[in-house]
T-cell receptor
């Protein structure tokens, strides 16, 4: 079945540091890939998405490129802020299905 | 656009009572809505998928008589936790699938409902 693997957290960084959160997936067909962010006590917010190979999703300084050859969708940001502290979930939606498969989430803690 | 609301955001109830949680898509129509459960510091677990006007499809291991889902319109789905017990305490999150602003169909999540059963 489909699965998503994320690097375990927490990831702790200082403000303005470079962020990478790794995400790899296993799926049949051609899934769409997503990053969601969850702030403490809240639901999930869609951060960015990519629907086909080599697409780059970007939003709020975050970006991720759909790499079919390495089945990866790593999240990056050039300069993190304290307000980026949250849990980040990588997810896939397989073509033909409408359900999302989530990774376990990676907590990011950014200190001033 | 693409706002999904949940009500209530917090609920505390006594063991044995039933609790209803509403999920609404405020500015788009959602033919499909999803209900998730999230335990502390864990990922989301899909409970069920509901399509407007039809019965919900439950994931394996989810008791359909325990978690009643109704999707009465294109903008409203409800989850009723019947005869709630302390082990049902959790964070329940809904999502609505729709096409917004010409984009492809995407799931948009509600802010979640925290249920505490005493």
């Amino acid at each position: 079945g489909d699965s998503v693997t994320q690097m375990e957290g927490p990831v702790t960084l200082s403000e303005e540091a470079f962020l990478t959160i790794n995400c790899t997936y296993t799926a049949t067909g051609y899934p769409s890939l997503f990053w969601y962010v969850q702030y403490p006590g809240e639901g999930l917010q869609l951060l960015l998405k990519a629907t086909k190979a080599d697409d780059k999703g970007s939003n709020k300084g975050f970006e991720a490129t759909y790499r079919k050859e390495t089945t990866s969708f790593h999240l990056e940001k050039g300069s993190v802020q304290v307000s980026d502290s949250a849990v980040y979930f990588c997810a896939l939606e397989n073509s033909g299905y409408s359900t999302l498969t989530f990774g376990k989430g990676t907590m990011l803690l950014v200190s001033p | 656009g693409a706002v999904v609301s949940q009500h209530p955001s917090w609920v505390i109830c006594k063991s044995g009572t039933s609790v209803k949680i509403e999920c609404r898509s405020l500015d788009f129509q959602a033919t499909t809505m999803f209900w998730y459960r999230q335990f502390p510091k864990q990922s989301l677990m899909l409970m069920a998928t509901s399509n407007e006007g039809s019965k919900a499809t439950y994931e394996q291991g989810v008791e359909k008589d325990k978690f009643l889902i109704n999707h009465a319109s294109l903008t409203l789905s409800t989850l009723t936790v019947t005869s709630a017990h302390p082990e049902d305490s959790s964070f329940y999150i809904c999502s609505a699938s729709g096409i917004v602003s010409g984009s492809t169909e995407t799931q948009y999540f509600g802010p979640g409902t925290r249920l505490l059963v005493l």
